[in-house]
Every structure is written in structure tokens, then in C-alpha cells.
């Protein structure tokens, strides 16, 4: 069982930039790959970025590659989101979601579906707004 905790979220105007956290508990942080995504009013979930249990490889979506960039720390069991530039569409409620690591030949499709995610945290309220 792993609890998950965001933090950081935001009004903001467009171009600037935001860093969200999330901490985990409850279980081992460093055997889950993480993953972080996002939800608009009206829109379905839709992926944003995710790390492996090691932090050797990320997965971004096309919409945010080059400007967010994710992170983890293991020793403080702590996932990170830097978003840079952001833009009115990057507006949201961002989710973390934790799976356990395994390596996939797929991993790349693996870790960026949503439904493969066990656990989820409550949610962070990003508003990019002039």
C-alpha cells in the first residue's frame, strides 16, 4: 500500500513556472515507477510524464516535452514536476500515481496509461491565467 501526497499547485501566469511534489508513504518509494497526470473540467485524464523506480528512463507526452521535466528522489521519497513555460492548456488538476517498477519491453506504452497505476494521490490544482 503506498500513500501519495501532491503539493505545489498554483495560479500562475502564462510563461512562468511551478514545481510540484508529491511524497509517498507506506511502502518501499523506491521500487515504483511514478507517473504524473493531469485532469481538466470536462476532459478525460490524459498522461503527463513518468520516471522509473530507479530514475533511469522518462516518458513525456508530446504537449509537454521541452518544457516539464520530472524527478524523483528516492532518499526523501519525493516526486517532482518542474513545469517551465507554462500555458493556459497545461491549466488542470495534476495527479501522482505510483505502479510497481518492472521492466517492460513496452515501457514506454506501459508506464504512460493511466489504468496501470495502482495507487493515486488527491490531486493539485494548476490555473495558468493572465
Known amino acids: 500500500q503506498v500513500q501519495l501526497v501532491e503539493s505545489g499547485g498554483d495560479l500562475v501566469q502564462p510563461g512562468e513556472s511551478l514545481r510540484l511534489s508529491c511524497v509517498a508513504s507506506?511502502?518501499?518509494?523506491?521500487?515504483?515507477?511514478m507517473g504524473w497526470f493531469r485532469q481538466a473540467p470536462g476532459k478525460d485524464r490524459e498522461f503527463v510524464a513518468s520516471?522509473?523506480?530507479?530514475?533511469?528512463?522518462?516518458y513525456y507526452a508530446e504537449s509537454v516535452k521541452g518544457r516539464f521535466t520530472i524527478s524523483r528522489d528516492n532518499a526523501k521519497n519525493t516526486l517532482y514536476l518542474q513545469m517551465d513555460s507554462l500555458k493556459p492548456d497545461d491549466a488542470a488538476v495534476y495527479y501522482c500515481?505510483?505502479?510497481?517498477?518492472?521492466?517492460?519491453?513496452?515501457?514506454?506504452?506501459?508506464?504512460?496509461?493511466?489504468?496501470?497505476?495502482?495507487?493515486w494521490g488527491q490531486g493539485t490544482q494548476v490555473t495558468v491565467s493572465s
Open positions: 500515481a505510483a505502479t510497481p517498477g518492472v521492466t517492460y519491453t513496452n515501457a514506454n506504452v506501459y508506464y504512460t496509461t493511466a489504468t496501470n497505476y495502482k495507487y
Open positions: 520516471i522509473t523506480w530507479r530514475g533511469i528512463s522518462t
Open positions: 507506506g511502502s518501499t518509494f523506491s521500487s515504483y515507477t
